[in-house]
């Protein structure tokens, strides 16, 4: 039995978070959603649009944001049009920048040293669905334990704090021993030793001291850049650490501007820098931000 004709705007389908199903007489609607944040109005209001469109499950993804599957292309307009009044529009999947994930952060989390929401927020009203040579995927730890795999994103921001311990003060107790996973510290004859080559300036050792004799300098926001999953997973390569959520926008800017005046079709961005001088790339984004 054929199938009924239906009338599709195939304009649609330029937009990246339309995606044609194995099924090519149906799609998945990918949504916007930066840093996975979501209110309970949207996620029922979710439900409600999923159902009076047919839609029978609501998939979500590894990069924080939600899919419908199984969409009939005829029928894309109306609930696109809901989505958007839900606050929750169309995503982006193709060669472009997409959703930018984060951890809770300081809003939450205990480990937290950077408010990565608050940054996912900022960076996604700057750049989301900015179309470039290749994808750019953006993501956030708020500390290094690096809960979203930031550094396997072709853009990686990391919080970091570099403790601060005062010498005469200190009673060599050891709690602070405890919390170090990096074994980073040490008692040595009743004397705290740091060791600053082992320390990944994960703040953890700050808030257990019972003394309150260890502080920590401002965050940090360490950023890395070539980072992939998929089938051959990278680790991003260092490329500056800066003070500021500004500066953060700053490096990130470049680095967009870099990716769409300068990178091929074709090929990831990790493959790409395996090409180039890797130092003369870093080089020109720093030149960049300090003129």
């Known amino acids: 039995m054929s199938r009924p ?16 199903e194995r099924d090519p007489d149906f799609c998945i609607v990918r949504l916007r959603m930066p840093a996975g944040m979501i209110t309970p109005a949207q996620i029922t209001r979710l439900g409600e649009i999923a159902a009076r469109h047919g839609v029978e ?33 169309l995503g982006a999947e193709r060669e472009e920048v997409v959703n930018v994930t984060a951890c809770l952060g300081t809003r939450h989390c205990k480990f937290g040293i950077i ?3 608050g940054l996912a927020e900022e960076i996604d ?9 290749v994808k750019a995927r953006i993501a956030i730890s708020s500390c ?6 930031e550094r396997l994103n072709e853009i990686g921001i990391t919080g970091i704090q570099k403790p601060v311990r005062d010498p005469g003060l200190c009673t060599g107790c050891g709690t602070c021993t405890h919390y170090c996973r990096e074994k980073a510290i040490e008692v040595q004859d009743g004397v705290v030793v740091l060791h600053a080559a082992k320390c990944m300036e994960c703040g953890f ?17 360490r950023i890395t850049v070539g980072g992939h999953r ?39 961005l990790p493959e790409q820098l395996d090409e180039l001088d890797f130092d003369e790339f870093r080089q020109s984004i720093v030149t960049m931000i300090e003129g």
Request: with cysteine.
């Open 230 to 268: 998929g089938r051959h997973p990278l680790i991003g390569r260092y490329l500056i650490t800066v003070k500021s959520p500004e500066e953060v926008l700053r490096v990130v800017d470049k680095i967009i501007y870099w990716i769409y005046r300068q990178a091929s079709t074709g090929l990831m």
């Open 125 to 133: 009203k700057k750049f989301f669905g900015k179309e470039l040579p």
């Open 115 to 117: 408010d990565s929401v």
């Open 57 to 89: 499950n609501i998939h979500l993804t590894t990069r924080q944001t939600m899919e419908f599957p199984h969409v009939d292309p005829s029928k894309l307009e109306p609930l696109l049009a809901d989505l958007e009044e839900n606050g929750t529009p």
């Open 205 to 221: 050792c700050i808030m257990p001291c019972p003394f309150h004799l260890i502080s920590g300098n401002p965050p940090e926001y």
């Open 5 to 20: 004709i239906r009338t599709v705007n195939q304009d649609l389908f330029t937009r990246g978070g339309i995606i044609t």
């Open 144 to 149: 290094p334990n690096g809960c979203e795999s």
